[in-house]
């Protein structure tokens, strides 16, 4: 029997009790700044309406996309009237020949508080179509949560193929 094994685990067993203990160790203290005299200087008056006012949020419109679980494009573009319209593309994790077809939906809601809640609408699609028939039997939302550059979508549409999802995180790769 060779002494080899005995010899990593040694060292397996030194690194270990190395790391625990950078981890545990205190920080540096550094050193103390000498306090030097400093001239008072009193801070610029604020206007009173200065603290009322927020920056305008930046505007969510524009081409969105995800990787994975499965390939998909989002696009957010304003409606008018606090109303944005939402159009979702996408298909199925790749399973070759099972692979399920692609899929899409717009919808229609508002922006409130960085979310979209909006309701499927009718629509003529290069995919598909959904007609204010199959909406009244099968009425479905979206929602959208948007932090930043980045959406996350989910939605309730069943009328996708099987194995197609258009939920998911999609970031934002072009704007107006």
Same mark, same amino acid.
């Given at each position: 029997m060779r002494p080899y094994p005995m010899r990593r685990l040694r060292f397996a067993s030194a690194c270990l009790a190395m790391a &625990?203990? $950078?981890?545990?160790?205190?920080?540096?203290?550094?050193? /103390?700044? !000498? @306090?030097t005299p400093s001239v008072a200087v009193e801070p610029?008056? &604020?206007? $009173?309406?200065?603290?009322?006012?927020?920056?305008?949020? /930046?505007? !969510? @419109?524009?081409?969105?996309?995800?990787?994975?679980?499965?390939p998909g494009t989002l696009t957010l573009?304003?409606?008018?009237?606090?109303?944005?319209?939402i159009t979702l593309r996408g298909g199925a994790v790749p399973d070759g020949a099972s692979t399920a077809a692609d899929c899409e939906l717009e919808a229609r809601g508002p922006l409130v508080d960085g979310r979209i809640a909006a309701d499927v609408v009718p629509f003529e699609g290069t995919l598909s179509s959904v007609t204010e028939a199959d909406l009244a039997r099968e009425p479905s939302t979206v929602s959208i949560v948007?932090?930043?550059?980045v959406?996350?979508?989910?939605?309730?549409?069943?009328?996708c193929a099987l194995g197609a999802d258009l939920a998911g995180t999609y970031t934002r790769v072009a704007t107006p």
């Open positions: &625990v203990a $950078a981890c545990q160790a205190e920080p540096p203290v550094s050193a /103390p700044t !000498p @306090a610029a008056p &604020v206007p $009173a309406s200065a603290g009322s006012v927020s920056a305008p949020s /930046p505007s !969510p @419109a524009g081409r969105y996309e995800a990787t994975t679980p499965a573009s304003e409606a008018g009237d606090g109303v944005w319209h948007l932090n930043g550059d959406a996350t979508v989910t939605t309730d549409y069943t009328q």
